[in-house]
């Protein structure tokens, strides 16, 4: 299945050698255009070669069926754009991190953790997506909303067995007030972002498989986290994120050189784009990957 990537070459007068590059993640709806670019772009401009793609079954990427997001797909896409990176000969093969937005800041943990050639590992906003899904953004989600959901990823399965249409989960409601109304303040935020003129874009998703839904059950993003040492980790947060305490929670497992970075003021959704918070996020990642994957000529 092809992915579908924007690779940002910096431009400054050429180095020396192959840069050290950066394999950049996109959140869970969203697509390579939108926060994984802006990141991409910025690092660029730090002198870094960077490369932000779609999902597979998303965006631009390949795979079917469309709008399904499985957690062991998405880390086997982080790896593959390492290896993609590893193929060119502007790259220092060794110098190589990756940086997860999101959804991916959850996945990034799991495929640093099993692919070595990953040499430092940042993260901004990170969500372990199952934890997500079972428990909420803020983490005091019904077990029954969950269970609920499972019974209808069953009932998905089963009609596509028959031969049926398979029904979908909608991922944004139509009005700010319902997204509200569905997910408080972080549930506008997201609302703002992915469905008004601010970043809207014509091939991020609006629905998730149900078979997504099971596949999230079994996945933990954080298990893994303690393979990553002694490689170091950068957690960016957001001082008003409601989903902080998964970062939270990744950052006590780490065993290697880690660093919980908060922006202060930040909620989630505004480390996408915001650029009063976006500037010092990227500042500290720069310092961050200079000084783990090798200098940077012309920074």
Request: hydrophobic share 40%; aromatic share 8%; proline share 7%.
């Amino acid at each position: 299945m092809p992915l579908a990537g924007h690779l940002y070459i910096p431009d400054t007068p050429a180095a020396p050698g192959p840069r050290p590059a950066i394999v950049v993640g996109h959140p869970g709806t969203g697509v390579k255009e939108q926060a994984a670019g802006v990141y991409a772009r910025r690092l660029a401009e730090k002198g870094f070669v960077t490369l932000a793609f779609d999902a597979t079954h998303q965006g631009d990427s390949g795979g079917e069926p469309r709008g399904l997001e499985d957690p062991a797909q998405r880390v086997e896409d982080l790896k593959a754009a390492v290896s993609y990176l590893t193929t060119r000969g502007d790259v220092d093969a060794g110098s190589i991190g990756a940086l997860g937005i999101c959804a991916s800041g959850g996945y990034v943990l799991p495929a640093a953790a099993g692919d070595r050639r990953i040499k430092a590992v940042a993260t901004v906003s990170a969500v372990d997506v199952s934890r997500q899904f079972r428990l909420g953004a803020d983490g005091t989600q019904d077990a029954s909303v969950f269970r609920g959901m499972l019974e209808a990823a069953a009932a998905a399965r089963t009609a596509e067995a028959r031969g049926e249409e398979p029904p979908v989960l909608t991922l944004f409601p139509d009005t700010a007030d319902q997204a509200r109304a569905l997910g408080g303040e972080h549930g506008v935020d997201g609302f703002d972002y992915y469905r008004t003129p601010r970043a809207r874009h014509p091939r991020a998703a609006d629905f998730f498989t149900w078979s997504s839904v099971d596949r999230m059950a079994g996945f933990d993003a954080l298990a893994a986290v303690p393979l990553i040492g002694p490689r170091p980790l950068l957690m960016v947060v957001g001082s008003r994120a409601v989903t902080a305490w998964m970062s939270v929670d990744a950052f006590q497992r780490a065993t290697g050189p880690k660093e919980l970075h908060w922006i202060e003021g930040a909620g989630h959704v505004d480390l996408y784009d915001r650029e009063q918070y976006v500037d010092p996020a990227v500042d500290r990642l720069a310092g961050f990957f200079t000084v783990n994957l090798g200098s940077v000529a012309d920074l």
